[in-house]
């Protein structure tokens, strides 16, 4: 395995889980790679290239290189470029040599992880760019691939933006379902402030909500669809006492301007909903 380490992240259990799907474990048949045991001599040697056929940011170098370890640990393995460059179409991003059938029963897993997580980066430093604004940090949501969490806010972290809440534990985040039950957006924050949590994040969508969720306790407030004049009239309102979050409706047309309201933060979903996969492409040669 890699020193590569992610708070609330197990690398070592995410590549034996990936591997024992893709090899079949437990199943009739199961628990090992046909093809490759069948073609390729199990002595057998490979040198081989990973390259990005697009230009993009780079994330999830150390996973890859996790998958090849765990079925070679003597494999030797050059990373050429590190999580978080920006390369041109064509560049070269690791050199291995190894065990053949090691590196072919890998070399999926690593090339999906490294594809979907270059992808996510290679879309948030677009948006970064699109945004143009030191003074706003770009954030991701909770639209995730459930179980790819941690890696998917790594790669957004690698794009150049942060985090917003990693899960349901952190901090409230109270939505316009829970205003409906709790019967107002005062009621809803006075409810999380008296159940103890400290970080309160209260998404409001007209501006006459704005006062009773702040008198209420909220820590931040999520400004809902709001086009930039309301957004810049409700960050005026807000005056500084907590930060300010614009969200939805927010794509690369328009993330310039409503970053450039005033607001401490723009989230936005897509990030990690959306994220095209990157081409990226792993070629060999035998020795």
């Not at 609330?8 to 628990?31: H, N, W």
């Not at 690791?94 to 270059?118: C, D, F, I, K, P």
């Not at 945004?131 to 995730?144: G, I, V």
């Given at each position: 395995?890699?020193?590569?380490?992610?708070?609330?992240?197990?690398?070592?259990?995410?590549?034996?889980?990936?591997?024992?799907?893709?090899?079949?474990?437990?199943?009739?048949?199961?628990?090992?790679?046909?093809?490759?045991?069948?073609?390729?001599?199990?002595?057998?040697?490979?040198?081989?290239?990973?390259?990005?056929?697009?230009?993009i940011t780079v994330a999830g170098l150390p996973v890859a290189?996790?998958?090849?370890?765990?079925?070679?640990?003597?494999?030797?393995?050059?990373?050429?470029?590190?999580?978080?460059?920006?390369?041109?179409?064509?560049?070269?991003?690791?050199?291995?040599?190894?065990?053949?059938?090691?590196?072919?029963?890998?070399?999926?897993?690593?090339?999906?992880?490294?594809?979907?997580?270059?992808?996510?980066?290679?879309?948030?430093?677009?948006?970064?760019?699109?945004?143009?604004?030191?003074?706003?940090?770009?954030?991701?949501?909770?639209?995730?691939?459930?179980?790819?969490?941690?890696?998917?806010?790594?790669?957004?972290?690698?794009?150049?933006?942060?985090?917003?809440r990693m899960g349901l534990w952190d901090a409230a985040m109270?939505?316009?379902?829970?205003?409906?039950?709790?019967?107002?957006?005062?009621?809803?924050?006075?409810?999380?402030?008296?159940?103890?949590?400290?970080?309160?994040?209260?998404?409001?969508?007209?501006?006459?909500?704005?006062?009773?969720?702040?008198?209420?306790?909220?820590?931040?407030?999520?400004?809902?669809?709001?086009?930039?004049?309301?957004?810049?009239?409700?960050?005026?309102?807000?005056?500084?006492?907590?930060?300010?979050?614009?969200?939805?409706?927010?794509?690369?047309?328009?993330?310039?301007?409503?970053?450039?309201?005033?607001?401490?933060?723009?989230?936005?979903?897509?990030?990690?909903?959306?994220?095209?996969?990157?081409?990226?492409?792993?070629?060999?040669?035998?020795?």
């Open positions: 395995m890699t020193d590569f380490q992610i708070d609330g992240f197990d690398l070592a259990a995410f590549v034996a889980s990936t591997l024992a799907e893709d090899l079949g474990e437990g199943l009739p048949g199961g628990g090992h790679d046909v093809t490759s045991e069948s073609v390729i001599p199990a002595d057998a040697r490979f040198s081989g290239v990973m390259d990005s056929r697009d230009a290189e996790a998958f090849f370890r765990a079925l070679d640990p003597a494999i030797l393995i050059e990373r050429l470029v590190e999580d978080g460059d920006r390369v041109a179409a064509g560049s070269d991003l690791m050199r291995l040599t190894g065990n053949a059938r090691a590196m072919l029963t890998a070399e999926r897993s690593a090339l999906n992880t490294v594809q979907h997580l270059s992808g996510i980066a290679t879309m948030v430093r677009a948006y970064v760019d699109a945004m143009d604004n030191p003074q706003c940090t770009l954030l991701d949501t909770r639209k995730t691939i459930p179980g790819l969490r941690h890696l998917e806010k790594y790669a957004v972290r690698m794009g150049g933006a942060a985090n917003h109270i939505k316009d379902n829970h205003v409906l039950v709790a019967g107002n957006v005062g009621e809803a924050v006075r409810r999380a402030r008296a159940a103890g949590v400290k970080d309160i994040i209260c998404e409001v969508d007209r501006i006459d909500q704005i006062e009773p969720a702040l008198e209420a306790g909220a820590t931040r407030l999520l400004l809902d669809n709001m086009p930039p004049d309301t957004l810049r009239e409700a960050v005026a309102l807000v005056a500084g006492r907590v930060p300010t979050e614009a969200s939805g409706g927010i794509n690369l047309d328009t993330i310039k301007a409503k970053a450039a309201t005033g607001v401490n933060y723009v989230s936005v979903g897509r990030l990690t909903q959306s994220a095209p996969a990157a081409d990226i492409g792993l070629d060999f040669t035998p020795l």
